[in-house]
Antibody, heavy 121, light 106 residues
Framework: EVQLVESGGGLVKPGGSLRLSCEVS????????MNWIRQAPGRGLEWVSS????????YYTASLKGRVLTSRDNDKNSVFLQMNSLRAEDTAVYFC??????????????WGQGALVTVSS | SYELTQPLSVSVALGQAAEITCGSN??????VHWYQQRPGQAPVLVMY???NRPSGIPERFSGSNSGNTATLTISGAQVGDEADYYC?????????FGGGTKLTVL
């Protein structure tokens, strides 16, 4: 069974940092690109970042570029999201999602349950 | 930046068909994916590449994409289909989601 489990969320002060982890099981991580997607309270989904299997191609949403860093450790079956200079508007549930590609496009076929990040003084 | 427009809400009578749209200029030239999110839960993929159902998704879910509108259709809507639905595509290596549509089954 494919599983993705996020951890590392919590309460952080504005300007602070946090590192989220996503530990996967039930599939071979190196075979997949992975993504982070967030959802602010009561709001819609917002794509945050993607990382390819070899960590060569890493992309970020414009609003977070320069403040986040996505990485992965395939041997440890984990993907990470380092977030710096956090702001109140970064408060959200952060999901990690597996990216599957078929028919010339890619989509998110498995999601974790999410980690809540609250930025507040 | 690429924007996807969804209606905030759609209501449907139990057992009737619901259509949820996702609009953008020439969206028909892209592959569109759809996710269902029930309250307090993670999103679930219900349609990929416009009109492909993942295994485990009921046949009453179907999709289409042409011109400036992609559509997710739920035929014979059930109470369990009440959820938020999001369309999604890729724009130059950047993921883009629609704002989401809340489906209410009356």
């Amino acid at each position: 069974e494919v599983q993705l489990v996020e951890s590392g969320g919590g309460l952080v002060k504005p300007g602070g940092s946090l590192r989220l982890s996503c530990e996967v099981s039930g599939f071979t991580l190196i075979s997949y690109n992975m993504n982070w997607i967030r959802q602010a309270p009561g709001r819609g989904l917002e794509w945050v970042s993607s990382i390819d299997s070899g960590s060569t191609y890493i992309y970020y949403t414009a609003s977070l570029k320069g403040r986040v860093l996505t990485s992965r450790d395939n041997d440890k079956n984990s993907v990470f999201l380092q977030m710096n200079s956090l702001r109140a508007e970064d408060t959200a549930v952060y999901f990690c999602a597996r990216e599957r590609c078929s028919g010339g496009s890619c989509f998110f076929d498995h999601w974790g349950q999410g980690a809540l990040v609250t930025v507040s003084s | 930046s690429y924007e996807l427009t969804q209606p905030l809400s759609v209501s449907v009578a139990l057992g009737q068909a619901a259509e949820i749209t996702c609009g953008s200029n020439n969206i028909g030239s892209k592959n569109v994916h759809w996710y269902q999110q029930r309250p307090g839960q993670a999103p679930v993929l219900v349609m990929y590449n416009d009109d492909n159902r993942p295994s485990g998704i009921p046949e009453r879910f179907s999709g289409s994409n042409s011109g400036n509108t992609a559509t997710l259709t739920i035929s014979g809507a059930q109470v369990g289909d009440e959820a938020d639905y999001y369309c999604q595509l890729w724009d130059n290596d950047t993921g883009v989601f629609g704002g989401g549509t809340k489906l209410t089954v009356l």
